[in-house]
């Protein structure tokens, strides 16, 4: 059963850190702590969240991030104990609403299980078209290298010096061919 909620087009405080809570513990590991970070203070970041009325805890959420005419949903997620009960639903359906309102062309990060979900009657979409970049092994080695640090080999975003963000920005432009400095800035 689902408790008395709100659906709400912003986030507070307390809804970032349950987001960020369960992204963690659903060890969603293709998403890192920079991102958890930048999130909630990008001012691309977009979101629904369902509010329990009780206590303002969050049942369930989808948030993207607005880039022109693109809306890039990165996350949807319900509490496990009320997956499959409909409110992941009505939380779909309001951020289509919202993107929707603006034109936009949606882009989704989903893994290949959720395929057939994704490209049920309410997801106005193709979705058969799943692209991804893989790094090689020593793609990775060569990359994390340039950064050594004693007892770690990964560097948060927003703890880089200038000339590593540069760096990593140059390094992301060759993979992707695109400009996301804004998003990382």
């Avoid at 303002?56 to 009960?85: D, K």
């Avoid at 939380?91 to 994704?118: D, F, H, N, P, T």
């Avoid at 193709?126 to 994390?144: A, G, N, P, W, Y």
């Amino acid at each position: 059963e689902i408790p008395a909620y709100t659906l709400i087009d912003h986030g507070t405080g307390r809804l970032w850190e349950d987001f960020t809570r369960m992204v963690r513990d659903m060890e969603w590991t293709s998403t890192d702590n920079t991102v958890l970070w930048a999130m909630p203070q990008l001012a691309s970041t977009t979101c629904v969240f369902a509010q329990k009325d009780e206590d303002g805890s969050m049942l369930g959420c989808c948030v993207w991030n607005e880039h022109e005419e693109l809306a890039w949903i990165g996350f949807y997620m319900t509490i496990p104990s009320l997956q499959g009960a409909g409110l992941g639903s009505k939380i779909w359906a309001r951020a289509l609403e919202r993107i929707g309102e603006k034109k936009q062309v949606i882009g989704l990060r989903a893994v290949s299980s959720m395929r057939e979900k994704y490209a049920s009657r309410s997801t106005p979409f193709e979705v058969s078209r799943i692209k991804k970049h893989l790094l090689t092994v020593d793609q990775m080695k060569e990359f994390c290298g340039r950064y050594e640090h004693p007892g770690r080999c990964l560097e948060l975003y927003h703890e880089m010096h200038d000339d590593q963000r540069e760096d990593l920005l140059r390094f992301d432009r060759e993979v992707t061919g695109r400009d996301r400095s804004e998003w990382l800035g």
